[in-house]
């Protein structure tokens, strides 16, 4: 499982960075008519997120994490700020889980 959460994490925060920046990038454009920046970062947003999805997917089926848990963590990076809590709550809930079948398969 630990395979799968250091992508997870890194790509929990690049994606929270890069939605922060898409938010900007909308306000310049709706607010001040400059669509040069949203050019740029929607499409790169797009595709890390995609990436994101895969990394979480992973994460949780490895871990075997229920389906609303699950969809839950992949909602998290459409929300901006969101996925840097999610992030948090999601390795300290993998690291203890991989803890307890460390501690699991060491006493059978």
Same mark, same amino acid.
């Given at each position: 499982? *630990?395979s799968?959460l250091? $992508?997870?994490r890194?790509?929990?925060y690049?994606? @929270?960075?890069?939605?922060?920046l898409?938010?900007v990038? =909308?306000?310049l454009k709706?607010?001040? @008519?400059? +669509? #040069? =920046?949203?050019?740029?970062v929607? $499409?790169v947003h797009?595709?890390?997120?995609?990436?994101?999805?895969? !990394?979480?997917l992973n994460? @949780?089926l490895?871990a *075997?994490?229920s389906?609303?848990?699950i969809? @839950?963590?992949?909602i998290a #990076?459409?929300i $901006?700020?969101?996925s840097?809590v999610? +992030? *948090?709550k999601?390795t300290a *809930?993998a690291?203890? +889980?991989? #803890? !307890? !079948?460390?501690?699991a398969e060491g006493?059978?």
């Amino acid at each position: 499982m *630990r395979s799968a959460l250091k $992508p997870f994490r890194i790509l929990a925060y690049i994606v @929270g960075v890069m939605l922060l920046l898409l938010v900007v990038a =909308m306000v310049l454009k709706y607010g001040l @008519g400059q +669509e #040069g =920046m949203i050019a740029i970062v929607a $499409p790169v947003h797009g595709f890390l997120y995609a990436v994101y999805l895969l !990394a979480a997917l992973n994460l @949780g089926l490895k871990a *075997r994490w229920s389906w609303i848990y699950i969809v @839950g963590v992949l909602i998290a #990076g459409t929300i $901006p700020f969101l996925s840097f809590v999610i +992030e *948090r709550k999601v390795t300290a *809930r993998a690291l203890a +889980e991989d #803890g !307890a !079948a460390a501690t699991a398969e060491g006493t059978a």
